[in-house]
T-cell receptor, first 111, second 112 residues
Framework: EDQVTQSPEALRLQEGESSSLNCSYT??????LFWYRQDPGKGPEFLFT???AGEEKEKERLKATLTKKESFLHITAPKPEDSATYLC????????????FGKGTSLLVTP | DSGVTQTPKHLITATGQRVTLRCSPR?????VYWYQQSLDQGLQFLIQ???????AKGNILERFSAQQFPDLHSELNLSSLELGDSALYFC???????????FGQGTRLTVV
């Protein structure tokens, strides 16, 4: 069964303290690994798609990387406005390739 | 703004009632997905439509149904509502399968 698992569940950082979020997946025939940001009470906002091991994508203080078994979202010198829940997802071949989401990492960045 | 529009934003209703949630996808997107998000379950896939036809079902209860109309907007119907159906319901759209999906702002359903 396709699974997406994120860790840690919650992370608290000081402003400027870099860290990484992990997303491990067991998906047969990966057709992309997707990262989203979700603010409380809002819809998830698309960040990145990665398709092959070794691929990297960057956006401001965020960089996503992909290996054959996991993906990392690196946050460099975070600011309080980076506080949000970060979700990763992979298409599920048993559900018409609808995105199957992990439970997310809740990030809090304090000044 | 993702380009996906959901109405209403909030809905409060009593147990046993029926409600309809509406979604307008991004211009050009043929796939529409419905997700349910509750505190303890995360984002759960309910159902997918592609160009008017049902493509896949996830953890959707028999009390729930959906459809996609010729103009590609979609409706999610929830009936015989229970307290446990209280959640955020999101609609997302994409160009096709296994591509990035763009989410609406959700409908917060409260069943009392």
């Amino acid at each position: 069964e396709d699974q997406v698992t994120q860790s840690p569940e919650a992370l608290r950082l000081q402003e400027g303290e870099s860290s990484s979020l992990n997303c491990s997946y067991t998906v047969s025939g990966l057709r992309g690994l997707f990262w989203y940001r979700q603010d409380p009470g809002k819809g998830p906002e698309f960040l990145f798609t990665l398709y092959s091991a070794g691929e990297e994508k960057e956006k401001e203080r965020l960089k996503a990387t992909l290996t054959k078994k996991e993906s990392f979202l690196h946050i460099t010198a975070p600011k309080p406005e980076d506080s949000a829940t970060y979700l990763c997802a992979a298409p599920n071949s048993n559900s018409g390739y609808a995105l199957n989401f992990g439970k997310g990492t809740s990030l809090l960045v304090t000044p | 703004d993702s380009g996906v529009t959901q109405t209403p934003k909030h809905l409060i209703t009593a147990t046993g009632q029926r409600v309809t949630l509406r979604c307008s996808p991004r211009s050009g997107d043929l796939s529409v997905y419905w997700y349910q998000q509750s505190l303890d379950q995360g984002l759960q896939f309910l159902i997918q439509y592609y160009n008017g036809e049902e493509r896949a079902k996830g953890n959707i209860l028999e009390r729930f149904s959906a459809q996609q109309f010729p103009d590609l907007h979609s409706e999610l119907n929830l009936s015989s509502l229970e307290l446990g159906d209280s959640a955020l319901y999101f609609c997302a759209s994409s160009v096709g399968a296994a591509t990035e999906a763009f989410f609406g702002q959700g409908t917060r359903l409260t069943v009392v």
